[in-house]
Every structure is written in structure tokens, then in C-alpha cells.
């Protein structure tokens, strides 16, 4: 249930030390994203695990609908191009 005093709603990604790539790790309400940003920092980083936050609007998420899944994620097994399975790789490179 939603009402029109609502603070929005935030997506926050964090990027940890060991990463190169920011992971979901949550949302939370804020009013603006500076404040989001802030929040975010406290709530997802109280212990020094991350070195970059992202927040985006929730509602500029735009995502498919899992019953689009056969269409979007049709398998690959008639395209045999695309999974190159047949080439013998040397073993300095077998490890790809």
C-alpha cells in the first residue's frame, strides 16, 4: 500500500573491495538520491565492506516479464556458433 507521502523507492548496488562490480544488495526509501546515497552508505557499508555505491529509482528499472522467459532465453543448441565446443584449445589456453 502506497500513499502519496511516500518517499520513493531506491536500488542500491555496492561494489566491494575484493570486486570489480557492484552487486544488488538492496532498497530503501529516500527523498532525493543525496540522501539515498547517504542512507545507503550506512546501512549497506557499516562495516567498511564496500568502496562504491550506485542508487537508482526503482521505477527506472525496467525489467522482463518471466513469462517472456522461452522468448527472450530461447536455448542455443541449434546454433552451434555460438558455443564453439568443437575446437581442441592448446593446454596453455584450457583454462578459458
Not at 562490480?21 to 527523498?31: F, I
Not at 538520491?33 to 557499516?46: F, G, H, I, Q, S
Request: proline letters at 9%; hydrophobic letters at 35%; aromatic letters at 10%.
Amino acid at each position: 500500500m502506497t500513499t502519496t507521502n511516500e518517499w520513493p523507492l531506491w536500488e542500491v548496488f555496492t561494489r566491494p573491495k575484493s570486486g570489480l562490480d557492484h552487486k544488488h544488495c538492496g532498497s530503501l526509501h529516500a527523498p532525493d538520491a543525496a540522501m539515498a546515497l547517504k542512507m545507503a552508505r550506512e546501512v549497506y557499508t557499516r562495516r567498511q565492506e564496500g568502496v562504491s555505491i550506485w542508487v537508482v529509482p526503482s521505477s527506472a528499472i525496467t525489467a522482463s516479464d518471466p513469462a517472456d522467459k522461452e522468448t527472450l532465453f530461447d536455448p542455443a543448441d541449434d546454433k552451434i556458433y555460438r558455443h564453439p565446443t568443437f575446437y581442441k584449445l592448446p593446454p596453455s589456453v584450457d583454462h578459458m
